[in-house]
Nanobody
Framework: QVQLEESGGGLVQPGGSLRLSCAASGRTSSINTMGWYRQVAGKERELVARISSGGITNYGDFVKGRFTLFRDYARNTVDLQMNSLRPEDTAVYYC?????????????????WGKGTLVTISS
């Protein structure tokens, strides 16, 4: 099992910045990908940013250079620095971990989600 603890949500004015942090504990040796997703009520959860164990980073199309993902492999943390925030960035942001373990003959995978942290962009 992997446990995720998120922090950093809150209320920010348009154009402002916010940094979200996520710390993983438990079976951290199985962690492959870490990242953040977000969800607005009534809509599907969407990828914000993720980074693989090999350092490959993917961002959602809406990010457009405004957000940066940082991963500390030793501390098992992933931070999302969000700049130039817009009202449409308002959502609940979820930390996500994709874990992989086992052997070539039998590989196991699991998705873990944090409880979510609310980000509100409003003047």
């Amino acid at each position: 099992q992997v446990q995720l603890e998120e922090s950093g949500g809150g209320l920010v004015q348009p154009g402002g910045s916010l940094r979200l942090s996520c710390a993983a504990s438990g079976r951290t040796s199985s962690i492959n990908t870490m990242g953040w997703y977000r969800q607005v009520a009534g809509k599907e959860r969407e990828l914000v940013a993720r980074i693989s164990s090999g350092g490959i980073t993917n961002y959602g199309d809406f990010v457009k250079g405004r957000f940066t993902l940082f991963r500390d492999y030793a501390r098992n943390t992933v931070d999302l620095q969000m700049n130039s925030l817009r009202p449409e960035d308002t959502a609940v942001y979820y930390c996500h971990v994709f874990s992989v373990w086992g052997a070539v003959e039998k590989t196991y995978t699991m998705d873990y989600w944090g409880k979510g942290t609310l980000v509100t962009i409003s003047s």
